[in-house]
């Protein structure tokens, strides 16, 4: 049976918002799992529902084999999750924190203090233990709700969006923490994320998903390989793109009749061109635009990237300033809480 088990999803929420729209997917034992859209796409509402955190409208899950509807108690148990926002204590120290989940779960004594030791050292904050939680860096508390989520041990840990917000070297510094609990201690993990390349580096297998929807799924390597072809990026000066929003489908009318182009995909600054031997081809373009007078702040060749996959199947970027929102799923929980 695998770990988690989703059958045709839906929630809709009192607005009339229908935020998850007949999803199905499953995670197996062990394996490190990723839902990658942007700000809205129905991730963290998915989390949340499989969590028991928020009531799902229709549809199905099993969770470590116990039913959503029928065992919310037994699957709470056996789960860990981390959510967008820290639930740090800011007035107890790191390890006074992590004694606290521990004890609201039922682990006491030796194994408490052998765990929560374990713990400090895993996400490098030993040093810190007995200070206060308040006085810790935005990675160090996102460091330390990890560490509080693995606690009891769970069987499936639930990331979401575990680090949004943080800095390059923090970011990288949870991802390994990620990695080795995932390779060394066999936890599954369910991740969502904006981030393309943390998907990428950290994730077996990944569902794209998009105004509530997967539209794709696979491993990384899948994903990109199904493009088949170079990536040319073009962007056109955004003054122009203001003054003359209509020339980025000129643009692209121009370029799908060029040879060796297999497909071509508008998003908000450009365009990107879809081509195999891309390096011999780019001269080409160049020339097809400049004889159609579309000018072109810049143009470049990369190899496939899941950014390339989600634009495919989406018809557009995830947006740098949605990284930043909060989702409609976590508004929603916020409203509820006041």
Known sequence: ????????????????????????????????FGFLGPNGAGKSTTIKIVTTLLKKTSGKA??????????????RRVIGVQAQETGVDEDLTGRENLELMGQLYGVTGDRLEE??????????????????????????????????????TPQILFLDEPTTGLDPQSRAAIWNYLKDLNKK?????????????????????????DQGKIVSSGTPNQLKTEIGADVITI?????????????REEAMKILEVVPRITSVSVF???ISVYVRNGGSVVPEVVRALDNAKI????????????????????????????????????MFMRRRRR
């Not at 989703?6 to 394996?31: H, M, Q, R, W």
């Not at 929560?116 to 996102?142: D, F, H, I, P, T």
């Not at 201690?185 to 998903?209: N, W």
């Not at 000066?237 to 003054?243: F, I, K, N, S, T």
């Open 1 to 32: 049976m695998p770990a988690l088990h989703v059958e045709n999803l839906v929630k809709v929420y009192p607005d009339g918002t229908k935020a998850v729209n007949d999803i199905s997917f499953s995670v197996e034992d062990g394996e490190f």
């Open 62 to 75: 099993i969770v470590a084999g116990h039913d959503l509807d029928r065992e919310p108690q037994s699957i």
């Open 115 to 152: 765990r929560v030791n374990g713990l400090l050292k895993l996400v490098g904050l030993e040093a810190e233990a007995s200070k206060r939680a308040g006085y810790y860096s935005g990675g160090m508390k996102k460091r330390l709700d990890l560490a509080s989520a693995l606690v009891h």
């Open 185 to 209: 201690e066999k936890v599954t993990i369910f991740l969502t994320t904006q981030y393309m390349e943390e998907a990428d580096r950290l994730c077996d297998r990944i569902a794209i998903v």
């Open 235 to 247: 962007t056109m000066p955004e003054a122009e793109l203001v003054e003359h929003p209509e020339r």
């Open 268 to 270: 908000e600054n450009g």
């Open 295 to 330: 000018n072109v702040g810049s143009i470049s060749l990369s190899s496939p990237s899941l950014d390339d996959v989600f634009l495919k199947h989406t018809g557009h970027r995830i947006r740098p300033e949605e990284l930043k929102k909060p989702s409609r799923g976590m």
